[in-house]
């Protein structure tokens, strides 16, 4: 009576992973279309240095003000409060 209840929840098991297994296998597929560019790469990049020159690309890394933090407390005496919180067990671990 066990053995039957073990094959039949196997093969549940077993069909269902096949059938989950079909239906991720049938993902969208993106149309094999060649890009074509109308412009060389020496034509795109004037006109990257122009944009940057006059101010019309709204976000870049490299131009972004970079504003100081000025800290309450020094370098040892968070090192030190990093000591105690792991000595406390109260740094919580994460492999993220």
């Known amino acids: 009576m066990n053995t ?3 094959a039949k929840n196997l093969l549940a098991g077993l069909l269902l992973t096949t059938a989950v297994g079909a239906a991720m296998a049938e993902a969208s597929r993106v149309p094999d279309t060649r890009f074509v560019s109308t412009k060389t790469r020496a034509e795109v990049i004037a006109e ?3 944009a940057r020159a ?3 690309l709204l976000v870049t890394d ?3 003000d970079v504003k100081t ?3 309450a ?3 040892d005496e968070v090192r030190a ?3 105690t919180a792991r000595a ?3 740094l919580a671990i994460s492999n993220q």
Request: aromatic share 0%.
């Open 4 to 6: 039957k209840n073990i």
């Open 48 to 50: 990257l240095q122009q």
């Open 62 to 64: 490299r131009d972004q």
């Open 88 to 90: 406390n067990g109260e």
């Open 54 to 56: 006059t101010g019309q």
């Open 81 to 83: 409060e990093l000591a």
């Open 69 to 71: 933090v000025a800290s």
């Open 73 to 75: 407390r020094s370098r």
